[in-house]
Antibody, heavy 120, light 109 residues
């Protein structure tokens, strides 16, 4: 079955740009009507949706983060990626990638998450 | 942005009891676009309910969702030991941003 796996640095300095990648296995990122999202969760807090991408490259972002977020897709590698710029301590969180089955859909498959700490 | 407010913050119950979790939206949400997730410590959330009413694949029938407009409910008919966790509601109908509630923790009494 389809599995998602996040990868990237665990520690990033303030003001820098975070880069994370989600690798999709067990299925093609280009098949079906799937939309690929990033979601984050600060320690001990709730969930925040960051944005999604379709395999064609079309994106949709959380308005509160839109100015700092870029999500891209590499269909040849079956991956999609997140870039978040101008980091502060408030961006410290577990970052999850997830799949939505349709443009407006719940997240039916999640990665295990990767912890990112923003600190000098 | 649609704000989702979950209540109570913590629910203390015993195995076998019924759990009723509430999610209230700051403006009306189409019931087609409301979901519920379960999250256990150190794990990613797991989809329970989609479209306000529909159980996700493999979810036991003791979990049920209901509601419309601004008020949605997740009911666990009889709590099993593995059901003690944090539950989040989620709306993905807004044309601006998708949002989650702050969570309800169901703990063993």
């Amino acid at each position: 079955q389809v599995q998602l796996q996040e990868s990237g640095p665990g520690l990033v300095k303030p003001s820098q740009t975070l880069s994370l990648t989600c690798t999709v296995s067990g299925g093609s990122i280009s098949s079906g009507d799937y939309y690929w999202s990033w979601i984050r969760q600060p320690p001990g807090k709730g969930l925040e949706w960051i944005g999604y991408i379709y395999y064609s490259g079309s994106t949709y972002y959380n308005l509160s983060l839109k100015s700092r977020v870029t999500i891209s897709v590499d269909t040849s590698k079956n991956q999609f990626s997140l870039k978040l710029s101008s980091l502060t301590a408030a961006d410290t969180a577990v970052y999850y990638c997830a799949r939505g089955d349709g443009e407006r859909s719940a997240f039916d498959i999640w990665g295990q998450g990767t912890m990112v700490t923003v600190s000098s | 942005e649609i704000v989702l407010t979950q209540s109570p913050g913590t629910l203390s119950l015993s195995p076998g009891e019924r759990a009723t979790l509430s999610c209230r939206a700051s403006q009306s949400v189409s019931s087609s676009y409301v979901a519920w997730y379960q999250q256990k410590p150190g794990q990613a959330p797991r989809l329970l309910i989609d479209g306000a009413f529909s159980r996700a694949t493999g979810i036991p029938d003791r979990f049920s969702g209901s509601g419309s407009g601004t008020d949605f409910t997740l009911t666990i008919s009889r709590l099993e030991p593995e059901d003690f966790a944090v539950y989040y509601c989620h709306q993905y109908g807004s044309s601006s941003s998708w949002t989650f509630g702050q969570g309800t923790k169901v703990e063993i009494k």
